[in-house]
């Protein structure tokens, strides 16, 4: 069974200052790791996805997220936030028999203030 | 293009009601998914449809919940005899196949409450 720890459930940052959000997963067999955002009222959007090389990975409105074997983690980055960057993010995992199936982790509430 | 819809975007139900929440996907989309995010947690998946035929039911929490999507397009997850630990955000999401390389594009979802 695989599954996904986001270790902050909110995070509040100022505006212009940089952000990690964590998230660890635990997995048998081979994964793939998602980062998804979800604006109020809207659905979930992808912000990167990890599925094999660089284990640097760059998404959309200036995200990336680092893969790291070793440590199980997929922790999201931004060396700047914008007040527009407040949202609800979502690390997910992919893999095993049945890899079409997103397990998320609880969300962390991301909020840039002024 | 238009994304995935769902409708209603809201429902109340008294305890014991049945419901019925629709999902229209983008067009051409294959695959098809239903996910359940509870107040402050993540969404949970449910079941998964490649175009009419319904492959995992895994997710669904009782008998109370079944799905379809008889013609491969439309679906609608369905709630007999609600509970309120029903309530929840059912979102829906859909992707050309079910490959790691297809993204799966959800829905604004819908809220439904269980009074």
């Known amino acids: 069974a695989q599954s996904v720890t986001q270790l902050d459930s909110q995070v509040p940052v100022f505006e212009e200052a940089p952000v990690e959000l964590r998230c660890n997963y635990s997995?048998?067999?081979?994964?793939?790791l998602f980062w998804y955002v979800q604006y109020p009222n809207q659905g979930l959007q992808l912000l990167l996805k990890y599925l094999s090389g660089s284990t640097l990975v760059k998404g959309i409105n200036g995200f990336e997220a680092e893969f790291n074997k070793s440590q199980t983690s997929f922790h999201l980055r931004k060396p700047s936030v914008h007040i527009s960057d407040t949202a609800e993010y979502f690390c997910?995992?992919?893999?095993?028999?049945?890899?079409?199936?997103?397990?998320f982790g609880k969300g962390t509430l991301l909020t840039v203030n002024p | 293009g238009a994304g995935v819809s769902q409708s209603p975007r809201y429902k109340v139900a008294k305890r014991g009601q049945d419901v019925a929440l629709r999902c229209d996907p983008i067009?051409?989309?294959?695959?098809l998914f239903w996910y359940q995010q509870a107040l402050g947690q993540g969404p949970e998946f449910l079941t998964y449809?490649?175009?009419?035929?319904?492959?995992?039911k895994s997710g669904l929490p009782s008998d109370r919940f079944f799905a379809e999507r008889p013609e491969g397009s439309v679906s609608t997850l369905k709630i007999q005899r609600t509970q309120q630990e029903d309530s929840a955000v059912y979102l829906c999401?859909?992707?050309?196949?079910?490959?790691?390389?297809?993204?799966?594009?959800f829905g604004p979802g819908t809220r439904l409450t269980v009074t």
């Open positions: 449809f490649q175009n009419e035929a319904q492959l995992d």
């Open positions: 997995s048998s067999v081979s994964v793939y």
């Open positions: 997910a995992v992919r893999g095993g028999g049945s890899n079409y199936k997103l397990t």
């Open positions: 067009s051409g989309h294959v695959s």
């Open positions: 999401a859909s992707s050309k196949g079910a490959g790691l390389v297809n993204e799966q594009y």
